[in-house]
């Protein structure tokens, strides 16, 4: 499942003054605790051990797009006819300092894995920096873990997470060598109670843990990542390197059904499902775009409800001219949802919207999509905005947040086996010099 992204590194602007932050339903999480630091730094760099591609792993036949056009509609014509609805979702957690949330997984024992980002003021300066990692148990309880340095690397970057237990995660970034060069990527493993950090050897390296590296778990131990033509699966044993017949930067999957789509930086819209003996290029319909020269198609991400229940979202969007929005060119798009029934897509478009923020128009394209465990689908619209599929019918669901504060979601995950679905990000609120000072938070629903 494609997760937000942040690259954060040092982010440092001039603010004045100081907002007060929400309340908090919840304890904070500890600080600090639960960290493996670096083994002496021996100067000897950790590296995973990559298997080639397995024998017997076969090139399989494509199958073909049917049908291989979705037209774009006229603006009138809506395919989902969403309507809104009471909120499903409520909030679970409020942190009381500084910063926001970002990848998140969900493990079937209730476990939830996030990234995260502090922010905090110094001498009239606001700081904004990658703070680790936080598990939190099924009681609500958090904890704080900062990923051990590698040796004679610069800071880590994350962008990509997935786990099975609280006992089994996975995080994938990249590192460079503190001197401007040789930035290769990693993984970070937590097993036996400890983080442990190894780069990844090209071709791998060269691809895995950049920006559109998308990972989750599989089950049985087994967890992929993705990205462009890469796949890396870790079998319980080993990573197995595994190419793909499309450039792809969003998963998702349901029992042993994987699914890899091509993601939100990708120019040409596809799809490919993982069978065992290697990985099948699905077909997907062309998504008509108007005719501007500044308009593309994207396919953000995959939500698999059963072998023969896939859904694609995304949407087409484009620039207009001579038309703009807080000074910037007006965007417009459409958002478009396509189920697979086993041989066959359905092109389902949505409402026209822009870039305008007004609630009317706030939808352009998809974003990130999930099952909701009892046949239907969640696709986040826009940070505080999501559209709900249940019994073929679309509503659409407000995220909740405090008194003077927007919802900003950035990644959902659903609990594997069960209905409960659970969404990260901020809280964030605009302060009188045009700042944004934010809050981590935690939603849930189902």
Same mark, same amino acid.
């Given at each position: 499942?494609?997760?937000?992204?942040?690259?954060?590194?040092?982010?440092?602007?001039?603010?004045?003054?100081?907002?007060?932050?929400?309340?908090?339903?919840?304890?904070?999480?500890?600080?600090?605790?639960?960290?493996?630091?670096?083994?002496?730094?021996?100067?000897?760099?950790?590296?995973?051990?990559?298997?080639?591609?397995?024998?017997?792993?076969?090139?399989?036949?494509?199958?073909?797009?049917?049908?291989?056009?979705?037209?774009?509609?006229?603006?009138?014509?809506?395919?989902?006819?969403?309507?809104?609805?009471?909120?499903?979702?409520?909030?679970?957690?409020?942190?009381?300092?500084?910063?926001?949330?970002?990848?998140?997984?969900?493990?079937?024992?209730?476990?939830?894995?996030?990234?995260?980002?502090?922010?905090?003021?110094?001498? /009239?300066?606001? =700081?904004?920096?990658? $703070?680790? +990692?936080?598990?939190?148990?099924? @009681?609500?309880? &958090? !904890?704080?873990?900062?990923?051990?340095?590698?040796?004679?690397?610069?800071?880590?970057?994350?962008?990509?997470?997935?786990?099975?237990?609280?006992?089994?995660?996975?995080?994938?970034?990249?590192?460079?060598?503190?001197?401007?060069?040789?930035?290769?990527?990693?993984?970070?493993?937590?097993?036996?109670?400890?983080?442990?950090?190894?780069?990844?050897?090209?071709?791998?390296?060269?691809?895995?843990?950049?920006?559109?590296?998308?990972?989750?778990?599989?089950?049985? /131990?087994?967890? =992929?990542?993705?990205? $462009?033509? +890469?796949?890396?699966?870790?079998? @319980?044993?080993? &990573? !197995?390197?595994?190419?793909?017949?499309?450039?792809?930067?969003?998963?998702?999957?349901?029992?042993?059904?994987?699914?890899?789509?091509?993601?939100?930086?990708?120019?040409?819209?596809?799809?490919?499902?993982?069978?065992?003996?290697?990985?099948?290029?699905?077909?997907?319909?062309?998504?008509?775009?108007?005719?501007?020269?500044?308009?593309?198609?994207?396919?953000?991400?995959?939500?698999?409800?059963?072998?023969?229940?896939?859904?694609?979202?995304?949407?087409?969007?484009?620039?207009?001219?001579?038309?703009?929005?807080?000074?910037?060119?007006?965007?417009? @798009?459409?958002?478009?949802?396509?189920?697979?029934?086993?041989?066959?897509?359905?092109?389902?478009?949505?409402?026209?919207?822009?870039?305008?923020?007004?609630?009317?128009?706030?939808?352009?394209?998809?974003?990130?999509?999930?099952?909701?465990?009892?046949?239907?689908?969640?696709?986040?619209?826009?940070?505080?905005?999501?559209?709900h599929l249940s019994g073929g019918r679309w509503t659409r669901h407000r995220i909740p947040a405090p008194s003077g504060y927007t919802a900003r979601v950035t990644s959902l995950a659903r609990r594997p086996g069960t209905s409960q679905v659970y969404a990260v990000g901020a809280v964030v609120a605009e302060k009188d010099n045009g700042f944004e000072v934010s809050h981590a938070a935690l939603w849930r629903t189902g």
């Amino acid at each position: 499942m494609r997760m937000a992204t942040r690259a954060l590194a040092v982010l440092v602007v001039a603010v004045a003054g100081c907002a007060s932050g929400p309340g908090a339903p919840d304890r904070a999480p500890t600080a600090g605790g639960g960290g493996t630091p670096s083994s002496g730094r021996t100067g000897v760099e950790p590296a995973a051990v990559i298997s080639p591609r397995p024998a017997g792993t076969a090139e399989l036949q494509p199958l073909p797009a049917r049908p291989a056009r979705c037209p774009l509609p006229p603006d009138s014509h809506d395919d989902l006819r969403a309507s809104d609805v009471a909120t499903a979702w409520r909030t679970l957690w409020v942190d009381r300092a500084r910063g926001a949330m970002y990848q998140l997984a969900a493990a079937p024992d209730g476990t939830l894995w996030t990234t995260f980002s502090e922010e905090w003021e110094h001498g /009239g300066v606001l =700081w904004v920096r990658e $703070g680790g +990692v936080r598990r939190r148990d099924g @009681g609500g309880a &958090w !904890q704080t873990f900062r990923i051990p340095p590698l040796p004679r690397r610069g800071p880590q970057n994350y962008v990509a997470l997935a786990a099975a237990s609280a006992d089994q995660a996975w995080l994938f970034g990249n590192a460079g060598d503190g001197k401007g060069a040789d930035t290769i990527g990693i993984v970070s493993t937590y097993a036996s109670g400890r983080w442990r950090s190894e780069t990844l050897a090209k071709p791998v390296g060269g691809t895995i843990g950049w920006g559109d590296t998308a990972a989750r778990s599989v089950g049985a /131990g087994r967890a =992929w990542a993705v990205n $462009g033509r +890469v796949g890396l699966l870790w079998t @319980g044993q080993e &990573w !197995q390197y595994h190419p793909l017949p499309i450039e792809a930067g969003a998963l998702s999957s349901e029992g042993e059904h994987v699914w890899a789509v091509s993601g939100e930086q990708s120019r040409q819209p596809a799809a490919a499902r993982w069978e065992q003996a290697g990985w099948r290029l699905i077909g997907v319909p062309v998504l008509e775009t108007p005719r501007h020269d500044v308009s593309r198609a994207v396919l953000r991400d995959v939500g698999v409800i059963g072998p023969d229940d896939v859904w694609l979202v995304g949407g087409v969007s484009w620039l207009m001219e001579h038309e703009y929005d807080d000074g910037e060119p007006l965007m417009r @798009g459409r958002p478009v949802a396509l189920h697979w029934n086993g041989s066959s897509w359905t092109c389902n478009w949505g409402p026209p919207g822009s870039s305008l923020p007004r609630p009317a128009w706030g939808t352009t394209t998809f974003g990130q999509a999930e099952p909701d465990g009892r046949g239907g689908l969640w696709a986040l619209g826009r940070g505080d905005l999501l559209w709900h599929l249940s019994g073929g019918r679309w509503t659409r669901h407000r995220i909740p947040a405090p008194s003077g504060y927007t919802a900003r979601v950035t990644s959902l995950a659903r609990r594997p086996g069960t209905s409960q679905v659970y969404a990260v990000g901020a809280v964030v609120a605009e302060k009188d010099n045009g700042f944004e000072v934010s809050h981590a938070a935690l939603w849930r629903t189902g």
